[in-house]
């Protein structure tokens, strides 16, 4: 079975420093990787994805992660961090050919002044 | 273009009725999953329809149920409300079944 693991439940920062929220997955089955972004009281919204190809993927908001298939992780990165980044992330995976995604518990970014 | 819209956007019931939660997704989407949110066991997929037929379905009780309808529109009904249904619903569209998820604003629903 596929599973998501985000090692990091919560992650306090200054703004302007830069940021690494960390994901793993387990999978038999080649995956899509997402990473979702969900402000308070609000849905989720596509931060990037990995379907094929390069493994260094650039999304929205200056965030990009990398792929590594060996090491089975999909971190995701922000160079300098702003207020408004404070949220929680979730990392998901899509099995090829499934319709669900499977999702890890999340990881809150506070980013302090 | 339209993002999905979920109605209502509050809802709160108490132990023993039953609700309805509606979902409309991007236009030209034909696949309409739903997922719940809580803070004990995270984001766990419920089901997902496909052309008005449900292709997946989540380890939830028999109390779950859904729809969708042939404009893609889809609902979902939970009955004999539990406190433990109290939950961020959220509803997500794609194109196809194997496409990038796009998710509305969720239902905040509260069991008393």
């Known amino acids: 079975a596929q599973s998501v693991t985000q090692l990091d439940s919560q992650v306090p920062v200054f703004e302007e420093a830069p940021v690494e929220l960390r994901c793993n997955y387990s999978s038999s089955v080649s995956v899509y990787l997402f990473w979702y972004v969900q402000y308070p009281n609000q849905g989720l919204q596509l931060l990037l994805k990995y379907l094929s190809g390069s493994t260094l993927v650039k999304g929205i908001n200056g965030f990009e992660a990398e792929f590594n298939k060996s090491q089975t992780s999909f971190h995701l990165r922000k160079p300098s961090v702003h207020i408004s980044d404070t949220a929680e992330y979730f990392c998901?995976?899509?099995?090829?050919?499934?319709?669900?995604?499977?999702f890890g518990k999340g990881t809150k970014l506070t980013v302090n002044p | 273009k339209a993002g999905v819209t979920q109605t209502p956007r509050y809802l709160i019931k108490t132990r023993g009725q039953q609700v309805t939660l509606s979902c409309s997704p991007i236009?030209?989407?034909?696949?309409v999953s739903w997922y719940q949110q809580t803070p004990g066991q995270g984001l766990q997929f419920l089901f997902e329809?496909?052309?008005?037929?449900?292709?997946n379905k989540g380890n939830f009780p028999g109390r779950f149920s859904g729809r969708q309808f042939s404009n893609s529109r889809s609902e979902m009904n939970v009955s004999t409300l539990e406190l433990g249904d109290s939950a961020l619903y959220l509803c997500?569209?794609?194109?196809?079944?194997?496409?990038?998820?796009?998710f509305g604003p969720g239902t905040r629903l509260t069991v008393l």
């Open positions: 236009s030209g989407h034909r696949s």
């Open positions: 998901a995976l899509h099995q090829g050919g499934s319709e669900k995604l499977v």
């Open positions: 329809y496909f052309s008005e037929t449900q292709r």
């Open positions: 997500a569209s794609s194109f196809d079944r194997a496409d990038t998820q796009y």
